[in-house]
């Protein structure tokens, strides 16, 4: 079946441009979750959402990261006046079901380069 | 504060030779240890989730086991094809914590 998936795969953009990166989850998957993955490291958390309620947002790095998922399916990261320090791997990735414990699967993310 | 530490940070095998990753962690009330794989410009693919100590899982040249400090994921007569960096994830009460990754080569 499908996977996660994730456009666009590649992003260049230049400092203080704003950007929105999307994210379809698998069908019928509850919770959603964006990561962000530095070159050589593990992803970190940013945030998650249980259908179109955003529970848990501490991991976003400053004001100007902000993510939505209106409907509870569908997420778009957007990344207001992008900074160098932006440049990364975003990841959003979704489970089946709601508590933890549950697998979590990933779309193959989109790369960011801030300039 | 959850962390996990994985080592080594990167491991050259030949092909067949079996070894093991090592995953250390600290979390509050642990819900489930994941192990990822991970190949150049893709996400992370989801191999294990280990729920307690003593619990261990397979899956063709891997096995996961599970302490209540660590994991290792054992690679037996490991091929070119398992080459890719592995990844291990903590989830305690709130967001999965992941470490750096293991990057294995199998070369040939």
């Known amino acids: 079946g499908a996977g996660v998936s994730q456009s666009p795969r590649y992003k260049v953009a230049k400092r203080g441009q704003d950007v929105a990166l999307r994210c379809d989850p698998i069908?019928?998957?509850?919770?959603l979750f964006w990561y962000q993955q530095a070159l050589g490291q593990g992803p970190e958390f940013l945030t998650y959402?249980?259908?179109?309620?955003?529970?848990?947002k501490s991991g976003l790095p400053s004001d100007r990261f902000f993510a939505e998922r209106p409907e509870g399916s569908v997420s778009t990261l957007k990344i207001q006046r992008t900074q160098q320090e932006d440049s990364a791997v975003y990841l959003c990735?979704?489970?089946?079901?709601?508590?933890?414990?549950?697998?979590?699967?990933f779309g193959p993310g989109t790369r960011l380069l801030v300039l | 504060e959850d962390q996990v530490t994985q080592s080594p940070e990167a491991l050259r095998l030949q092909e067949g030779e079996s070894s093991s990753l090592n995953c250390s962690y600290t979390?509050?009330?642990?819900?489930?240890l994941f192990w990822y794989r991970q190949d150049p410009g893709k996400g992370p693919e989801f191999l294990f989730t280990?729920?307690?100590a003593g619990e261990e899982k397979e899956k063709e040249r891997l096995k996961a086991t599970l302490t209540k400090k660590e994991s290792f994921l054992h690679i037996t007569a490991p091929k070119p094809e398992d080459s890719a960096t592995y990844l291990c994830?903590?989830?305690?009460?709130?967001?999965?914590?992941f470490g750096q990754g293991t990057r294995l080569t199998i070369n040939p």
């Open positions: 979390v509050s009330g642990l819900r489930g």
């Open positions: 959402f249980q259908n179109e309620a955003q529970l848990d």
């Open positions: 994830a903590v989830q305690g009460a709130q967001k999965l914590v």
């Open positions: 280990l729920y307690s």
């Open positions: 990735a979704s489970t089946i079901r709601t508590g933890a414990a549950a697998a979590q699967y």
């Open positions: 069908s019928g998957h509850v919770s």
